[in-house]
């Protein structure tokens, strides 16, 4: 059964409405996804550097001489009076 023209130009025509209909949608959402890039560089770098300072730097030696929690080891401040 052939095709008329008016059938080919629906068609087609469905063609361009899908297609733009596609391109409006990315170029919508494309300042989302660098968005969500820049968040996710920003972490990151935030983790990786607080990684590497951690691990860089030996285990801090209290000097102060002062008392110390059983439970967390922190040093205990008192008030001086």
Known sequence: MPTSHAARGQ???????IFALTLCCLVALLPLAFFVA???TL???LLSMIYISEVSHGPHEHTHGGEH????????TTAHV
């Open 11 to 17: 068609h087609s025509l469905r063609r361009e409405n």
């Open 38 to 40: 820049f968040v996710q």
């Open 43 to 45: 972490v990151f770098t």
């Open 69 to 76: 929690s059983e439970f967390t080891g922190e040093a205990i």
